[in-house]
């Protein structure tokens, strides 16, 4: 199995880590992605996002010749689509976009041949594991000769390179050939259990697991807010209430970002309006919980213009959707900065994993603390966890929307 080639089309937060796993496991990896920057810096051995340990895996894979990254797809014998999959824009409920999955399976048509795996990672409503045979159907590949599955990434980012091995993957194929061939080639570098079943459950297993865990998070955040109007500390009360032997409430924060349990449950909600009643009402206390938080700041700045007679400076810390990592991408901590910032407001922002952003004036932590009137606490950064860095937040009454000050 070593021996093949795997053509992995998208390089981004999973496409080339699963890549340059798969190269230091012995197989032969051409990557592929639309971004000429990003295949120009991968081609030099080094990488364009953040990710602990993956600039090794990286640099060692190109230096010995296993990955090289194109802008066009190649042929391979194994085929991995891991490219975005975003929201139409419009509409009251957020309706998931596959174009970019059915693109990718159009481009990869010319190359398929009889025996090869088609393995679609990327997150995708239910069924889109049946369109992408179709696309390939109308391209003129024969599926009865290939294997088409489903196998969603289950990766926490900061921790990818380690849990791309560790964790179990879930792989459904379309039919129990396919799920036999390709959870064969997952056991090939995956130590955790490789679970089989059909691509339609594998397809629900990856939204149901984030759904799940954005259900627990708007009950954090719900109480979080009924606590602030009840003048309860919500730390501490999570904190006794968790002292219950099956009791086990997440934590709260200024929303919930990233491009899984932010994205995820609309996917079934998109399928299923009418009974998916729980899971919309979490995603709608979620992002309720962030224009919640925007609220608090603004209130917060108006009571420091009073006091000091002129317009305030407020500190954002923290832009990524969680702590530590350098990712955007739906993240409730940019909206807040990014709102207040069109509203008129004198923002900076204190983003230790990014050096630069296009619409945010972004400054040092020693930077902020030195010209800003009013902090908010947005990401638990390991940099606001400083023992000095959180008596001086403290000192300034800086709103902890993260937990970062307990």
Known sequence: MNKKIV????????????????????YHVVGVDLNAHAVDTINQGRIHIVEPDLDAFVRSAVAAQRLTAFTTPQAGDIYMICVPTPFHEGGAIPRPNI?????????????????????????????????????LVGAGVSVADIHIAYCPERVLPGKIMTELVENDRVVGGLTPGATAAVSAFYRSFVHGEVLETDARTAEMCKLTENSFRDVNIAFANELSMICDKEHIDVWNLIRLANRHPRVNILQPGAGVGGHCIAVDPWFIVSRNPETARLIRSAREVNNGKTDWVIDRIKIAVADASVRLGRKPRVACLGLAFKPDIDDLRESPAMHIAQTLASAGYDVVAVEPNIESHDTLALAPLEGAMGTADVFAVLVKHRQFLEAGTKRALEEAGALDFCGALI
């Open 7 to 26: 053509c992995v089309v998208g390089l981004g937060y999973i496409g080339l880590p699963t890549a340059a796993l798969l190269a230091s496991n012995g």
């Open 99 to 135: 174009d970019a999955v059915l693109a990718a399976t159009r481009s990869i048509a010319p190359f398929v041949k009889a025996g090869d795996l088609v393995i679609l990672e990327s997150t995708s409503p239910v069924g889109t594991t049946e369109a992408m045979a179709e696309v």
